[in-house]
């Protein structure tokens, strides 16, 4: 049993906090690829896109509400003091909003967890969706999805001295630890069932739970851990290689093709202009993966 250390807790919830010192006075250089500057994007006129029911009622409050996850590094977190969001799949959000007509000031986030995005998009919680959202047949019953606009693949968190785990096959008998009404969280129910399941509302708390030696892996899709792992090199890493393919698509209401298609669309745009390969090297790049070709857009019938 690994002795309880306080130390990295701290550091992981001030870093998880969004606290990790950017602009404060005497704060090292972050270690790894820069920050560069996030693109700007050019509002379209607010009637570019008629017949979604979704954009009618967004446009009559004056605002879009976008769901999103606030507790990963480099895709989607939320600053605790400023309320501000921030990451690649902000960007996104952002950047097709602006193809609706809406600027990122008339964006309104609103953090969903894994297990509740097809409620959310089925009650008219949120717009539309962009948060490490997998597109798959099963959702597709539920929901829409534009896209895809990444593809990540399932992989481990470990703690950086374990040596017993490099793949799913280890994880008979260990405690893995991944977000309840995930992808990753239904393939190790599945196809490990030797593996001691934990399911929490989300990755940051699995991850605490790693770093304190309650679980012994954090599973979900590479893009996320390797967030995580950025954050405190010292003492995470990735064990293995990705054993699944996710291809992350934005979430809308299923009867709103005409939101889906201009969502499909407004990624397109992006995608060939440049923006979308300029908010990745800002935002998720950073974790150290340089970008990848965007995946080609899947205008499904
Ligand atoms: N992409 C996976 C999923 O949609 C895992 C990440 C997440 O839970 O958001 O379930």
């Given amino acids: 049993m690994r002795k309880h250390t306080v130390l990295p807790v701290l ?72 309320g501000e969001y921030s990451g690649f ?22 953090t969903i967890a894994s297990a509740n995005r097809e409620t959310a998009l089925q009650n008219g919680q949120v717009d539309y969706y962009v948060g490490t959202y997998t597109i798959n ?13 990444f593809i990540a693949g399932q992989s481990l968190l470990v703690r950086k001295n374990e040596t017993g785990i490099d793949g799913p096959q280890d994880l008979a008998g260990r405690k893995v630890c991944s977000a309840a009404g995930s992808t990753p969280y239904q393939r190790i129910q599945k196809d ?21 030696g309650q679980v012994d892996a954090v599973t ?21 290689q990705p054993f699944s393919t996710e291809p992350y698509g934005i979430g809308v209401p299923k009867n709103d093709t005409v939101l889906r298609l201009a969502l499909d669309d407004a990624l397109q745009r992006h995608e060939q202009n440049g923006d979308w390969k300029k908010a990745y090297e800002a935002t998720l790049g950073l974790s150290g ?9 899947d205008r499904y019938q």
């Fill in 220 to 240: 979900t899709d590479n893009a996320i851990l390797q967030g995580y792992a950025a954050k405190v090199p010292d003492e995470l890493r990735i064990a293995g």
């Fill in 89 to 110: 799949d902000i960007e996104i959000a952002r950047m097709v909003g602006a193809d609706l007509g809406f600027a990122p000031e008339q964006i309104e986030f609103r």
């Fill in 11 to 82: 550091v992981l919830l001030a870093v998880l906090a969004g606290l990790s010192g950017c602009g404060k006075e005497g704060t090292p250089p972050p270690k790894g690829p820069q920050a560069s500057a996030l693109p700007s994007y050019q509002v379209r006129s607010g009637d570019a896109v008629t017949g979604s029911p979704t954009l009618d009622a967004a446009r009559s409050r004056g605002h879009l509400v976008v769901g999103a996850k606030e507790d990963q590094p480099y895709l989607g977190q939320k600053n605790p003091a400023t």
């Fill in 289 to 297: 993966v340089p970008a990848p070709e965007p995946p080609a857009i």
């Fill in 192 to 212: 490990y069932p030797q593996a001691k399941l934990i399911g929490y509302d989300t990755y940051s708390a699995c991850v605490d739970n790693l770093i304190t």
């Fill in 137 to 149: 047949d099963n959702r597709k019953k539920l929901v829409g999805f534009a896209g895809p606009y």
